[in-house]
């Protein structure tokens, strides 16, 4: 069983970091602000200037530990690479399904059945919550529609219709959100509709901030299990886009980005402080913003949850590598289908 | 587990400074400094035998010490803090 080991989020520009021993030291205008022993991080995640030395690069790739450089709003920008390894059978596999139509659409449809379903289950526990018979019917209702959709998704052919019924349901979803929400929040985070490149709203700046983490940890869980996180099966292969992660993703938006992001507005552990406006509209959060985020994305990862295939408990953390075992298990033709993560 | 890993190293000669200095550094490379010398590990079972393996490659049994403890869960009952110095929790969030 992997454990979860932890990751190091530095946030502070200008920080440099080095290997020292076995340890890695964050160095802070030439102070040493902390030292950690390299067996307990298995990732790094660094955001705008941060520079590691090479003794410390070298190591990281020859360990495989991820490493990765995002910018101040989430969005990625580097990433370290190590030696090509893995597990080139593995990949072959992977290939071999994608060029494979009926696989494809096989995973395909899986991955988005897991996606809707997880969306409902999130609109469905806000209906549970909410004291407002209005929200609770639109909640309701939503979900049941996007139950309908789940229901065509075996229909669906070809990958377009897949993507069809993915778009209506996002918006749907998107639409009946904001009514998860606590009454009292929704003046400081109004929404109305999924908006990125640059996020136009709170909302939409905090969730595009937590999708951007949810997917390095399912970039690194793919490249851990050996498959190669830019051949995607839902999403279209383009240079540079690390589709399969993106496919990996869509289980976990809901459950993972979307309902943290719910319960840290609803919790009032963030509020507009927390954002910046930027000239032409983009909102992004700001310094004391994303560490909050942060801190409860891994305080979130740290919680165990059982597994509703594997039968035992698991932290949140590992889900994305679990996911990426199954999926490979589903490549070697080991198991008949690929199944998603079903948020309970 | 959490072990508590103490020691105490001649420094009468340069010898005896040396292996402290190079007793502190594979410490630290397993935990934290939280007195002069006293560390906390967190540590697997594999992870002690190979820092215990370590250490008694660098001292010298007939002129130092070096005790190790374990301590049991829940470290919320079992282990107090006092004073200036908080240790860092590795397992906790680390955002800098």
Known sequence: ?344 | MLILVSYDVSTETSEGRRRLRRVAKVCLNYGQRVQKSVFECKVNLAQMETLKAELLDIIDEAEDSLRFYRITEPLSKNLMEFGKFKAVDFEDTLIV
Not at chain 1, 180 to 185: R, T
């Open chain 1, 1 to 344: 069983m992997t454990i979860l080991r932890n990751t190091l989020y530095v946030t502070t520009p200008d920080a440099y970091l080095r290997l020292e021993g076995e340890t890695v030291c964050v160095m802070i205008e030439d102070e040493k602000r902390l030292q950690v022993p390299l067996h307990h991080l298995s990732a790094f995640v660094l955001f705008d200037h941060v520079m590691l030395s090479p003794a410390l690069l070298g190591r990281c790739a020859q360990d495989g530990r991820s490493v990765v450089w995002l910018n101040r709003s989430g969005k990625f920008s580097a990433r370290l690479e190590g030696p090509v390894s893995g597990n080139i059978l593995l990949r072959q596999a992977q290939f071999r399904a994608a060029e494979d139509g009926a696989q494809t659409l096989s995973i395909a449809r899986a991955v988005l059945a897991g996606k809707l379903r997880n969306s409902r289950q999130v609109l469905m526990r806000g209906a549970r919550e909410t004291d407002d018979a209005g929200d609770k019917e639109v909640l309701v209702r939503t979900a049941k529609l996007i139950g309908n959709q789940v229901r065509k998704l075996p229909l669906a052919g070809d990958l377009d219709t897949l993507r069809g019924l993915e778009g209506d349901s996002a918006r749907l979803y998107f639409e009946s959100l904001p009514r998860v929400m606590k009454p009292q929040a929704r003046a400081d985070f109004p929404f109305d509709n999924r908006n990125r490149r640059p996020p136009r709203d709170r909302f939409n700046a905090l969730i595009s901030f937590l999708y951007a983490l949810v997917l390095s940890d399912c970039r690194a869980a793919l490249e851990t299990v050996g498959l190669d996180p830019q051949l995607g099966f839902l999403h279209a292969v383009r240079p540079g886009r690390p589709a399969l992660a993106l496919d990996l993703l869509e289980e976990f938006r809901a459950p993972v980005a979307d309902r943290l992001a719910l319960t840290l507005i609803n919790r009032g552990q963030l509020s507009a402080g927390d954002f910046d406006e930027r000239e032409g509209g983009a909102v992004l959060l700001n310094d004391k913003g994303r560490k909050t985020v942060i801190a409860a994305y891994q305080t979130r990862k740290q919680e165990e949850i059982t597994h509703p295939v594997l039968k035992q408990s698991v932290p949140v953390g590992l889900l994305p590598h679990g996911q990426a075992r199954l999926l490979a298990r589903y490549l070697r033709q080991d198991v008949a289908h690929y199944v998603p993560y079903l948020h309970r």
